[in-house]
């Protein structure tokens, strides 16, 4: 008999999308263009920032280290269409000019009611299906799967099983209360994983520290599959003129 597919509850639709800087033709742009640039993006952010205070979105920026990439949005919206705009917006842009799309990711918040019924009208989950990003220090952001193969299949488990084996991740990942915010987002059906996982943490130690620590849960040790990571410091609005000076 099949196994019995979650439920899952949804919120916002997500896209990650990050960016390298063609440093070369940046440079050679003149102090001008530059700094219009500059100003037209600072201009898109602000806003961005008008639709978080609205609550009818949010994003944030973060600076990638290592040679991924260079720049890491992630914008939540109401629809798919307004991901669209956000993207198009922003590579109509000057300052697009200058970027190389370096990966994107794209998906929607989802709560999987493992743990009983959840209802989009409870204002604790509706924090969460539609929640303003934080801007901590670091972030860090990783597709994955569940394992289908021989005897780890996670999609052959029942329903009972697959809601324990979540519960004791649960309960690991509520160590980190405070220290590490997750937001589960599901992409099936929208992208290469069926899961994309963003952490934030004020000391980027323990976003290693909870990814490790959870690999030995047996969700993690048995069935987790996963996809390449992206790991960042906060941009801030205000950090941007000294980020881009040349
Ligand atoms: C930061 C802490 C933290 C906490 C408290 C937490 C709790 C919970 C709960 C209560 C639930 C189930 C209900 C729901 O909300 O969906 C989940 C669900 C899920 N999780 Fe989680 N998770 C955390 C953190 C956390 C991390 C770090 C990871 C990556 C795993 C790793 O090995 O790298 C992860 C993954 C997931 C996934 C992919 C799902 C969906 C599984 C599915 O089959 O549907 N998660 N998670």
């Known amino acids: 008999m099949a196994a019995e597919a979650v439920k899952t509850v949804d919120g916002w639709y997500c896209l990650h999308d990050m960016r390298t800087i063609d440093w070369t033709s940046w440079k050679m742009a003149s102090a001008d263009e530059r700094n219009e640039a500059i100003q037209e993006f600072k201009n898109l952010l602000t806003k961005w920032e008008d639709v978080e205070a609205a609550e009818n979105g949010s994003h944030v920026l973060y600076q990638v280290v290592g040679q991924k990439a260079d720049l890491m949005f992630m914008f939540l919206r109401p629809t798919m269409n307004e991901l669209t705009g956000i993207e198009t917006e922003f590579n109509k842009s000057r300052f697009a000019e200058f970027l190389r799309p370096a990966h994107s990711y794209v998906s929607v918040v989802e709560i999987s ?132 000076q040349v």
């Open 113 to 244: 009611q493992y743990g009983g019924n959840v209802s989009a009208d409870d204002p604790k989950i509706r924090e969460r299906l539609y929640p303003i990003l934080p801007k901590w220090e670091h972030m860090c952001f990783y597709p994955m799967d569940k394992r289908r193969t021989g005897d780890e299949n996670w999609y052959a488990l029942g329903f009972k099983e697959r809601a324990r084996l979540l519960y004791e991740h649960s309960k690991t990942g509520r160590q980190y209360a405070g220290e590490v915010k997750q937001i589960i987002t599901g992409s099936f059906g929208f992208d290469d994983w069926e899961w994309g996982v963003t952490l934030f943490a004020h000391d980027v130690l323990q976003l290693k520290k909870i990814v490790y620590e959870m690999r030995f849960d047996e969700v993690s040790a048995l069935y987790g599959e996963f996809g390449e990571f992206f790991v960042g410091n906060h941009l801030a609005k205000d950090d941007i003129d000294a980020y881009l």
